[in-house]
Nanobody
């Protein structure tokens, strides 16, 4: 079992910043990719940013230059620094982690979601 605990969401004005965190805990051998998805009301969940175990990153075009994903492997934690936030960034943000459990079984885990609201 791998548990993900997210934090850092909230209400922010347009142009403001927020930093999301997601910490993984439980029984696992290793973590591979970590990422953030978001889902706005009435829309499908979409990938925001991802980062591999080696630190390679990828971003959705809509947030390039504004958001930065990073990870602390010692803490099994992934971060999403969000700057220059826009109203269209309003969504529930979900952390996603995959890796290997005991017995080399792969796992994919999702966080509970954290609300980000950008509004004046």
């Amino acid at each position: 079992q791998v548990q993900l605990v997210e934090s850092g969401g909230g209400l922010v004005q347009p142009g403001g910043s927020l930093r999301l965190s997601c910490a993984a805990s439980g029984s696992f051998l290793s973590i591979n990719a970590m990422g953030w998805y978001r889902q706005a009301p009435g829309k499908q969940r979409e990938l925001v940013a991802g980062i591999t175990s080696g630190g390679r990153t990828n971003y959705a075009d809509s947030i390039k230059g504004r958001f930065t994903i990073s990870r602390d492997n010692a803490k099994n934690t992934v971060y999403l620094q969000m700057n220059s936030l826009k109203a269209e960034d309003t969504a529930v943000y979900y952390c996603n982690v995959n890796g290997y459990e005991l017995g080399l079984r792969t796992f994919i885990s999702w966080g509970q979601g954290t609300q980000v609201t950008v509004s004046s």
